[in-house]
């Protein structure tokens, strides 16, 4: 189970901190991942990394303004936003699979967090 919070309401060029802890299943064998969802728009990607080897993909919407650590004590996924948009405005996903390889691909995902809204007001 993966459980997500820190969304909230916040000025365009501020930021924001996500966290996704995981509950009942360890992250260290997983490909993780931070999916969005605006409004009236598909999920897409914006984040992903191999737990264990670390390595990391961003999308290119987010690219120098986001980044993934982890916490390995938490077994917590986080998601620091800098320099938020007003685009950047959704509810966003953390989420887990069974291979140790990330992907851009939400089908490719098995547990989902329950979603927690960014609003980014201009």
């Known amino acids: 189970q993966l459980q997500a919070s820190g969304g909230g309401l916040v000025q365009a060029g501020g930021s924001l901190r996500l966290s996704c802890k995981a509950s009942?299943?360890?992250?260290?064998?997983?490909?993780v991942a931070w999916f969005r969802q605006p409004p009236g728009k598909e999920r897409e990607f914006v984040a992903a990394i191999n737990w264990a080897g670390g390595t990391i993909n961003y999308a290119d919407s987010v690219k120098g303004r986001f980044t993934i650590p982890r916490d390995n004590a938490r077994n917590t996924l986080r998601l620091q936003m800098n320099t938020l948009k007003p685009e950047d405005t959704a509810v966003y996903y953390c989420?887990?699979?069974?291979?140790?390889?990330?992907?851009?691909?939400?089908?490719?995902?098995?547990?989902w967090g329950q979603g927690t809204l960014v609003t980014v007001s201009s």
């Open positions: 989420a887990a699979r069974d291979s140790p390889v990330a992907t851009t691909i939400p089908s490719h995902y098995t547990c």
């Open positions: 009942g299943r360890s992250f260290s064998t997983s490909g």
